[in-house]
């Protein structure tokens, strides 16, 4: 069984500080790595993708991709209050080329 | 930006019954999705669609559910019989190639 595994918080930062959001998952030979952002009742919103080991910047957002270790993390820099919501992460499995495997989110609260 | 348009926002059936839930990709994408959120879960994959047939469909697509293209542009979810359990917000999701997707605004499925 394909696992995406996330703490679900909440956490809790104040604001202009570092938001750091963990994942972990289970098929070592997963490709595609996904971070998405959902607000309450909305759909999941698309804030970055990482394919290979390192960083990927974008913006106030950094993705970091450790293959051999099996997670991906999303840090958030200058946390706004509008950052508060669901992250979720999602994986595409080796043996698949459509669908995701969701983790069920950390909920971020930013503190004013 | 293009956007994926879903309709209804918001279906309440009875239990029994069939809904067909609509969803409109983004002109060039080639891949499309249906997922389910059940209320404070995760988000589920029911089935991928590419090329007009079925790709990949997880175990809860089961005889319950279709899905067809019917006229090249609108993809739809059929429920056949619905259950109570068949309540939640149901997303379509399209992708272009290797990148993350875009999901449509969701429909809140309610079964009574």
């Known amino acids: 069984q394909k696992e995406v595994e996330q703490n679900s918080g909440p956490l809790s930062v104040p604001e202009g500080a570092i938001a750091s959001l963990n994942c972990t998952y289970s098929d070592r030979v997963s490709q595609s790595f996904f971070w998405y952002r959902q607000y309450s009742g909305k759909s999941p919103e698309l804030i970055m993708s990482?394919?290979s080991n390192g960083d990927k910047e974008d913006g106030r957002f950094t993705a970091q991709l450790n293959k051999a270790s099996q997670y991906v993390s999303l840090l958030i820099r200058d946390s706004q209050p509008s950052d508060s919501a669901t992250y979720l992460c999602?994986?595409?499995?080796?043996?698949?080329?459509?669908?995701?495997?969701w983790g069920a989110g950390t909920k971020l609260i930013i503190k004013p | 930006e293009p956007e994926v348009t879903q309709t209804p926002s918001h279906q309440v059936t009875q239990m029994g019954q069939e809904v067909i839930l609509r969803c409109v990709p983004i002109?060039?994408?080639?891949?499309f999705y249906w997922y389910r959120q059940i209320l404070g879960q995760k988000v589920e994959f029911l089935v991928s669609?590419?090329?007009?047939?079925?790709?990949?469909k997880s175990e809860i697509f089961d005889d319950q559910f279709s899905v067809e293209r019917p006229d090249g542009s609108n993809f739809t979810l059929k429920i056949r019989s619905t259950k109570l359990e068949d309540s939640a917000m149901y997303f379509c999701?399209?992708?272009?190639?290797?990148?993350?997707?875009?999901f449509g605004s969701g429909t809140r499925l309610t079964v009574v």
């Open positions: 669609f590419y090329n007009n047939e079925i790709s990949e």
């Open positions: 990482i394919y």
């Open positions: 999701a399209t992708r272009q190639g290797n990148y993350g997707y875009t």
């Open positions: 999602a994986v595409t499995p080796e043996d698949s080329n459509y669908q995701l495997i």
């Open positions: 002109s060039n994408h080639l891949y």
